[in-house]
């Protein structure tokens, strides 16, 4: 077993007793239903065709015994013990007539009637002739009579099986369907709960629509894997043990013929494997790139409408749907060859086999009408599980290679999520000699050293691509530093828990994001401590609530994905409040400011004085008329700090930041 299995294994492990038990009902409504040839043997050789046994004149008048001709018969094997036999007799059917033969023994060979008498013609030799007389229907009936209550006992015993059966399948296929249903409810929880885990480079090269496939798509094939491949793999394996150790008991002359049928199907399922493993590695990253183009469409179609960019998309997504179509086709076109359309083949080749050896009477007086039906029957049954196998074989890869997907996801290192408390920090920030590459080799910060003490605010100015958010990734350890060191009060962030150094920081991004909820949920995020009335504080302070209360719900109005039916600048002062709710020792804003009207800028920066109070603030912003008052702003340029000082020292030094502000005044251009 591979290590995918294995780890499928151990999933099924920890719901053991339901599978175990749906397992056992599932062996005994096999068991159940195999008892049904054995019976139909009994019911066409001992009752329907015992009439052709031998019969003994008797003087009981039991059940078993009938009157013919001012005589009473009974067959030679419902002869009670001690009871004397008779002379015997034998009743043969010879096209649709049946007929009475005073002889107990008689050639084996064809037969045929003329007149009063019966002509035998052996395969050699000379033909034996009998004297018969011909049995009327009511003849007939009465010497079937006798059998007719064990026909009905066997039959209902029979038919008691069936019943038995369906209920022990019913059973197993509920409990295994819970179990199932429980194996992936928790597996989704874990991959779940691991992608909070994740680092933020993780998703910085894999699509949101992929990671979505991964927890859906490949955990809903991984269920069919436990409910319908396991079910058909292990009742497929107990029947074909059963059915033969069922052939050794009837002979097992033609249990050898059946034996082929296990490496048949085993190197069946290599062959298939071999092929099927390819074309479902296609399939399940093509549907994967679906759902992340999908996804990128849905989020960006303001912007593919608006650059009429709607037949490119178009086109984009035919390629690859189509691409999908082509595997989806090959591995169609592979179980069509693989799949009971083969079976068929091998289930008739044995038929063929029974029925020579029947014909050719290889095996004598043994291979009766009964045994020929068992022998049929259980071949037919044989098929069934082999049949349910291949069938399934396409889901086992499916769910094999969706498995190998999530536990890939599993499998990329992640930070265990720490409920510890670190006492607030002051907030006092030292970046000494720090260089930075998200790509080797190539820096993006090269050499940062810088103070921020509690309370200051530091400004962070510069081109994009200069370092900016670089250096606030690196803060909140979304990225660890390379080189170099980052210390908040003297303590190197590398050696805090991620989520403890996190507890005591805030932010607020250019673009906020909202969840579905309420605007007051979106501000405490869902936090205990975050109590109503802090919630409503924390709008008031970045005057932000007398807004929402305009609102037909207040601050309890509905808020759907991303909060799209809110202005840019409401969804901005949802996030400030957000931040200044969890009362953070550092503050980070990120452009706060720059996708917001000027009126709303102007309620902001009034709250921004409240919000800095007693926090580090680190602000990175384009529009510099918003960093005036910053204590301290460093001027990056190409991942170096290249001025630092306040706004009048750096107005004064006339450098960078000097033509950077005067450009943004309104004329002049900065310097080559």
């Known amino acids: 077993m591979n290590t995918t299995g294995i780890r499928l294994f151990r999933y099924a492990l920890l719901y053991k007793k339901p599978i175990l038990a749906a397992l056992l009902l599932l062996a005994l409504a096999v068991s159940a239903e195999l008892v049904g040839p054995i019976y139909a043997k009994r019911m066409i050789d001992d009752h329907i065709m015992g009439i052709q046994k031998v019969w003994n004149e008797t003087q009981s008048h039991d059940r078993y015994s009938v009157p013919y001709d001012g005589k009473r018969y009974k067959r030679g094997d419902r002869l009670a013990e001690g009871e004397s036999a008779g002379a015997a007799a034998r009743i043969v059917q010879v096209g ?125 094939a991984i269920r069919e894997l436990y409910v319908n491949v396991l079910a058909n793999f292990f009742s497929g394996v107990i029947f074909i043990t059963a059915i033969l150790g069922a052939l050794f008991v009837l002979d097992w002359h033609l249990a050898v013929i059946s034996l082929p049928v296990v490496p048949i199907l085993y190197f069946w399922i290599v062959i298939y494997r071999k ?21 990128e469409s849905i989020q960006g179609m303001p912007i593919i409408q608006a650059f009429r960019r709607e037949k490119q998309t178009e086109n984009e997504f035919e390629e690859l749907n189509s691409s999908y179509l082509g595997f989806r086709n090959k591995l169609l076109q592979l179980n069509s060859i693989m799949s009971h359309n083969l079976v068929n083949v091998f289930r008739n080749l044995f038929f063929l086999i029974a029925i020579w050896i029947f014909a050719k009477d290889w095996l004598g007086a043994a291979m009766t009408v009964g045994m020929l039906y068992a022998f049929i029957d259980y071949i037919g049954r044989m098929m069934q599980p082999v049949v349910g196998i291949v069938n399934q074989l396409a889901n086992l890869e499916t769910a094999r290679v969706s498995a190998e997907r999530v536990f890939e ?36 910060l090269k050499n940062i050293t810088f103070n921020a003490r509690q309370g200051e605010t530091v400004a962070l100015v510069g081109h994009t691509g200069s370092g900016k958010s670089s250096i606030l990734n690196l803060l909140f350890r979304f990225y660890d530093v390379e080189r170099g060191i ?44 975050i109590t109503r009335e802090k919630v409503e ?44 709710a969890f009362d953070p020792a550092i503050l980070i804003l990120d452009e706060a400011t720059a996708s917001i009207d000027t009126e709303t ?26 960093i005036r008052s910053a204590d301290q702003i460093l001027v990056l340029d190409r991942g170096k700090i290249v001025e630092r000082g306040n706004h009048d020292e750096l107005m004064q030094l006339g450098g960078k930041y000097h033509a950077m502000y005067q450009l943004q005044l309104g004329g002049v251009e900065v310097p080559a």
């Open 409 to 444: 996801l599993l499998d990329e290192e992640g930070v265990d999520v720490s409920e510890e408390k670190l006492p607030r920090y002051r907030g006092d920030v030292r970046f000494d000699n720090v260089s930075f590459a998200y790509k080797e080799g190539e820096d993006v």
């Open 601 to 626: 800028e102007a309620i902001i920066q009034a709250a921004l004085d409240v919000l800095k109070r007693g926090r580090t603030t680190f602000v990175i912003a384009h529009r510099l008329s918003t």
């Open 96 to 220: 649709r007539s049946y007929y009475f033969v005073n002889a107990g023994d008689l050639a084996e060979g064809t037969m045929a009637v003329s007149g009063d008498m019966l002509t035998v013609t052996p395969s050699q030799g000379n033909p034996v002739s009998y004297p018969a007389a011909k049995l009327t229907t009511g003849e007939v009936y009465s010497f079937y009579q006798p059998e007719f209550r064990g026909l009905i006992q066997l039959a209902l015993t029979y038919f008691g099986f069936l019943a038995a059966g369906s209920v022990l399948a019913y059973g197993q296929r509920y409990l295994l369907q819970v179990s199932a249903n429980r194996i992936i409810h928790r597996m989704r929880n874990d991959v779940f709960s691991h992608i909070q885990r994740l680092p933020v480079r993780y998703f910085d090269n894999l699509p949101a629509g992929k990671v979505v496939a991964r927890v859906t798509n490949d955990t809903e």
């Open 537 to 580: 504080q924390a709008l008031k302070d970045v005057g932000a609530y007398e807004m929402f209360q305009q609102l037909p719900q207040g601050i309890d109005e509905p808020v759907i994905e991303k909060g799209s039916t809110l202005s840019a600048g409401q969804r901005q002062l949802i996030s400030f409040a957000r931040a200044l």
């Open 275 to 295: 092929f099927a493993a390819k074309y479902n590695h296609e399939i399940r990253s093509r549907l994967s790139d679906i759902n992340a183009i999908v996804n």
């Open 486 to 529: 980052i210390s908040i009060d003297g303590v190197d962030v590398r050696d805090l828990p991620k989520q403890e150094l996190r507890q005591h920081m805030g932010i607020v991004l250019q673009d906020p994001f909202l969840f579905t909820g309420t605007i007051a949920s979106n501000v405490s995020l869902g936090d205990p401590s």
